[in-house]
Structures are given as structure tokens and as C-alpha cells.
């Protein structure tokens, strides 16, 4: 497998569920992030992780939870989430910045809260 | 003000017709510009990026970067069915992992 791989790609849970997504590059990059898109909205950055630290965390309701392993796999937990929450998340990579900070993204995980 | 505007559309163009992709942005001090091409159901992949203000061209695409108007834009010659796409520009100020800043995407449609 090349670059970022999502899975699940589509995802439905109540809103008592606790599921998670999962993220895997195979780019050799040294940082990984969250978006979420919402329709007609720009991209939102969740959380950022650099060489396997947290970088950012911009004001995310703490039913999501971000966890980095590794350099290679990130994932979010969810659990206890809002009809709001229905949005497609990104996961993306990068090298360490330079220049423009190129972003890699994965195909995203369709999620539907109900 | 958003720091970053875009047109949603969607824009519908035939096959073979220039198209012009725009966003304005009020950040001064941004100084990287990229524009994503997102397929339905994709994740946004990079189609070229600049640095600072001027034009650069890749294939069919060109991109320019007005910084004294705030403005830069996406043009695309002789569009193909496969262009039709949402392209979302991007900008940042500095080379950081979290200033980077996306517009909210144009769909655009070819009809051949």
C-alpha cells in the first residue's frame, strides 16, 4: 500500500457508541494530522502530531481522543458524539515543515452520528 | 471577515473552456499559496503550490498570486470532464504544521 490509508471509510454510530478511526502512511513522513470537513465549510484542523508527539490540539471537544503510536499510525477514538459531529475526517501527513508544509490525505472516514 | 473567502459555486463549464478559480484572503503576512483538487469522495490531493507573489505554470494549470489585491487564482485551460472536481486553496504564513488555512472549496463540473 502507498501513502495514507482510512479505514473505516463510512462509519454510523449512535450517539452512546464508542468507535474509532484509524490512519496508516507509508510515506516515511514525520507528522500526522486530523481535519474535519463539513459540507460548504473549510477544512478544520483537530489535532497535529510531530514525531509522535502532540503538537495541537485547537479546542476539540474531548469526546474525540487522538492517539499517535507511531510515526506511521494515528487514530481517533470517539465516544459519546453529537448528531454535529456528522462530517467527513481527513487524516493527512507531512514531513517535518519546509516551505509550504505540503499535506498528504488520506481518502477520509464518512461519519454519520445518529 | 474570513480570513480566507471562496466561492462555493458550483460552476458548470463545457469541455474545453478556461476556467478561473479565485479566492481572496485578508492575512498580509500569508506568503505560501497551494491549490487541492478534491474528487468525490477523496481526500484533497496538492496540484501546485506558490511562494510569494507571480504566476506558475504546470501543464494545463496556472496559478497567480496577487498579493497587493489579496487574491490569487486557479486557471485551467482547455477543461476536461476529468477536471471537475472541488479545488480548495490553501495558504499559510510561515512553515508550520498548524497555519496552514483552506478556503471552503469551488465545485466545478465539465459537461462535455
Known amino acids: 500500500e502507498t501513502g495514507v490509508t482510512q479505514t473505516p471509510r463510512h462509519l454510523v454510530m449512535g450517539m452512546t457508541n464508542k468507535k474509532s478511526l484509524k490512519c496508516e502512511q507509508h510515506?516515511?513522513?514525520?507528522?500526522m494530522y486530523w481535519y474535519k470537513q463539513s459540507a460548504k465549510k473549510p477544512l478544520e484542523l483537530m489535532f497535529v502530531?510531530?514525531?509522535?508527539?502532540?503538537?495541537e490540539n485547537n479546542s476539540v471537544p474531548s469526546r474525540f481522543s487522538p492517539e499517535c503510536p507511531n510515526s506511521s499510525h494515528l487514530f481517533l477514538h470517539l465516544h459519546t458524539l453529537q448528531p454535529e459531529d456528522s462530517a467527513l475526517y481527513l487524516c493527512?501527513?507531512?514531513?517535518?515543515?519546509?516551505?509550504?508544509?505540503?499535506?498528504?490525505f488520506g481518502a477520509g472516514s464518512r461519519l454519520t452520528v445518529l | 471577515q474570513k480570513e480566507v473567502e471562496q466561492d462555493p459555486g458550483p460552476l458548470s463549464v463545457p469541455e474545453g473552456a478556461i476556467v478561473s478559480l479565485n479566492c481572496t484572503y485578508s492575512?498580509?503576512?500569508?506568503?505560501?499559496f497551494m491549490w487541492y483538487r478534491q474528487y468525490s469522495r477523496k481526500g484533497p490531493e496538492l496540484l501546485m503550490y506558490?511562494?510569494?507573489?507571480g504566476n506558475k505554470e504546470d501543464g494545463r494549470f496556472t496559478a497567480q498570486v496577487d498579493k497587493s489585491s489579496k487574491y490569487i487564482s486557479l486557471f485551467i485551460r482547455d477543461s476536461q470532464p476529468s477536471d471537475s472536481a472541488t479545488y480548495l486553496c490553501?495558504?499559510?504564513?510561515?512553515?508550520?504544521?498548524?497555519?496552514?488555512?483552506f478556503g471552503p472549496g469551488t465545485s466545478l463540473s465539465v459537461i462535455p
Open positions: 506558490t511562494y510569494s507573489s
Open positions: 502530531y510531530s514525531l509522535e508527539e502532540r503538537v
Open positions: 493527512a501527513s507531512s514531513p517535518l515543515p519546509s516551505g509550504a508544509n505540503v499535506l498528504t
Open positions: 490553501a495558504m499559510s504564513v510561515e512553515t508550520s504544521y498548524d497555519k496552514v488555512i
Open positions: 510515506l516515511g513522513h514525520n507528522a
Open positions: 492575512n498580509s503576512a500569508f506568503q505560501y
